[in-house]
């Protein structure tokens, strides 16, 4: 046995050996310097590494403390909300707009942002006066931004969509709401009012062509909706500031500006530290490149032949043959010229060729005459309408009916009439606004509006305002008589194209009659040190 054992000896020596140097190849690295200095990690690390993940040093390296996020109050969650869904979703038509539109819906989401500022310094300061200069300074972004909605407007005045621009121009003024004690929503109503005379206009001129100029207007008007409710719900009396843990305004205004300069960075540095951008496509490989092409011989130019210019030499060649140039011309006998035979002019004519410089193609004509629309009597008749469309009352398609047709409108209604003829409409009540548009022969009887009466396209046109009426637009009318009241004689009216148009004013008292009076339709335009004066024609006698 012990014989065994000495010749096994040597082999466990062997074996011990190449263990023990297994165990330091693996401790070696750990207590070395230079290795630690290089990669900085421990054996827990590499088994880390190994197993896919990060080492507690790289997970210090690329991350950095998250601030603690402030707890927003709610009325500023659900100002949030109504961006993040109303002003979104009217962005976004918008956008499908196109042009100044959606330039235009830019600037609208830019003063909703301001508001939400102004909104978070109320939270966290006490109410200064609204005569100070801390106030105004609140107040300067909020200001700036609603103005830069209407600039547009003004800028682009001769715009097709000028209508849109001024919808949005005149509703901009919601925000304003902040400056009013004790009824914002009343405020909130009236601009909605005023904001709706020229969005109407925009979905009685588009409810045929595009629908979603239509939508576009109604996605407007849901942003009053949502806020009226927002307000009524948080500041039914006017916005209310931390009057009894609040700071300092000014200090207030710095911090929310800090903060929001500081959000800003960091979503420029989060941008910047994205992805590295992929590398350049390689070059492109010249092996077995084809030869280039043969240089000229004798100087001579390398275009095939017909397709370089035209050599002037040979042309002045020919032309210097004189005669010989139309040898080839076949001869015009007299029996086939139009001017001694007559007979041949009533023949047809030669037809254009196609591809000929004169031909009615080559000029950007169709031979096809124009499509004429066909015209009213001709057209399919649709049936009657009359509904209540949210605050929209729409009244389409009567002919002759048997009685008047009566609305009870509330201040926030607009009424848009069209297509309707030998009708008799009285409105009840105080309305906002009213359309009446391609109308013949129709009357109409209102006690009171909030903005205006806008009459297009609508020959042979009555009204009768039994109170107060700002103002009567008349487009493109032949033939109207208005009434007013003694209430409505500030009433302004403005024409364009038209003619026939008498205004009837009431008497010194309930028993005088009516007296007519006729609104001018030539104007007479001189020109005077070089000024341009129009002056209205009379005629007497």
């Known amino acids: 046995m012990t014989t065994n054992m000495n010749n096994n000896l040597p082999a466990l020596i062997k074996r011990l050996e190449a263990a023990t140097n297994l165990l330091e190849s693996i401790v070696t690295p750990n207590l070395?310097?230079?290795?630690?200095?290089?990669?900085?990690?421990?054996?827990?690390?590499?088994?880390?590494?190994?197993?896919?993940?990060?080492?507690?040093?790289?997970r210090g390296m690329t991350s950095s403390p998250q601030p603690i996020s402030e707890t927003l109050p709610?009325?500023?969650?659900?100002?949030?909300?109504?961006?993040?869904?109303?002003?979104?979703?009217?962005?976004?038509?918008?956008?499908?707009?196109?042009?100044?539109?959606?330039?235009?819906?830019?600037?609208?989401?830019?003063?909703?942002?301001?508001?939400?500022?102004?909104l978070i310094v109320t939270t966290k300061a006490t109410k200064p006066d609204k005569q100070s200069q801390v106030y105004m300074e609140i107040l300067k972004e909020l200001q700036s931004t609603m103005g830069s909605v209407s600039d547009i407007r003004v800028a682009n005045r001769g715009s097709a969509v000028f209508n849109h621009l001024t919808t949005v121009s005149e509703g901009i003024g919601l925000l304003g709401w902040v400056t009013m004690e004790p009824n914002p929503t009343d405020y909130i109503s009236s601009i909605l009012s005023s904001a709706q005379y020229h969005g109407n206009r925009v979905m009685v001129e588009y409810k045929e062509k595009d629908r979603t100029h239509v939508e576009w207007v109604q996605a407007f008007y849901n942003i009053f909706k949502s806020h009226e409710v927002y307000v009524k719900q948080h500041y039914p009396t006017g916005v209310t500031w931390n009057n009894q843990n609040g700071i300092d305004p000014q200090e207030a205004l710095r911090e929310v500006q800090s903060n929001s300069t500081n959000s800003k960075s960091s979503a420029t540095a989060a941008t910047s530290s994205g992805p590295a951008p992929p590398p350049p496509p390689p070059l492109p490989s010249f092996d077995n490149a084809p030869p280039p092409p043969p240089m000229p011989v004798n100087g001579g130019s390398s275009v095939p032949p017909g397709g370089g210019p035209s050599d002037m030499g040979a042309v002045f060649d020919q032309l210097s043959k004189g005669e010989a140039v139309t040898s080839r011309l076949r001869k015009?006998?007299?029996?086939?010229?139009?001017?001694?035979?007559?007979?041949l002019r009533t023949n047809a004519?030669?037809?254009?060729?196609?591809d000929s410089q004169n031909s009615i193609s080559s000029r950007g004509k169709s031979s096809h005459p124009s499509k004429r629309p066909k015209p009213e009597s001709l057209r399919t008749k649709k049936p009657p309408r009359k509904e209540l469309d949210g605050n929209k009352w729409i009244i389409e398609n009567f002919d002759s009916p048997d009685g008047a047709l009566e609305i009870r409108a509330a201040i926030s209604h607009s009424i848009l009439i069209s297509r309707c003829t030998n009708t008799t409409i009285r409105v009840l009540g105080k309305a906002n606004a009213i359309s009446l548009d391609n109308c013949t022969h129709c009357a109409l009887v209102i006690d009171s509006l909030v903005s205006a009466v806008d009459v297009i396209k609508s020959p042979r046109f009555e009204m009768q305002v039994l109170g107060t009426l700002p103002t009567i637009m008349l487009d493109q009318v032949d033939g109207a008589a208005i009434y007013l009241s003694r209430e409505s004689l500030g009433t302004e009216v403005f024409t364009s194209k038209c003619s026939g148009v008498n205004v009837n004013l009431p008497g010194r008292s309930d028993d005088d009659d009516y007296q007519e009076r006729a609104l001018p339709e030539q104007v007479r335009s001189v020109i005077r040190d070089g000024v341009v004066v129009s002056e209205i024609v009379e005629h007497s006698g």
């Open 32 to 58: 070395g310097d230079a290795s630690a200095s290089t990669n900085g990690s421990t054996p827990n690390d590499e088994a880390v590494l190994a197993a896919g993940g990060r080492t507690h040093q790289q």
């Open 74 to 118: 709610p009325a500023i969650e659900d100002f949030d909300t109504i961006i993040a869904e109303d002003i979104r979703a009217f962005g976004d038509i918008s956008e499908e707009i196109g042009g100044l539109v959606a330039e235009q819906s830019a600037a609208v989401l830019r003063a909703f942002t301001a508001e939400r500022k102004f």
């Open 332 to 343: 015009v006998s007299p029996s086939s010229q139009t001017h001694k035979n007559p007979s």
């Open 349 to 354: 004519p030669v037809p254009t060729r196609s």
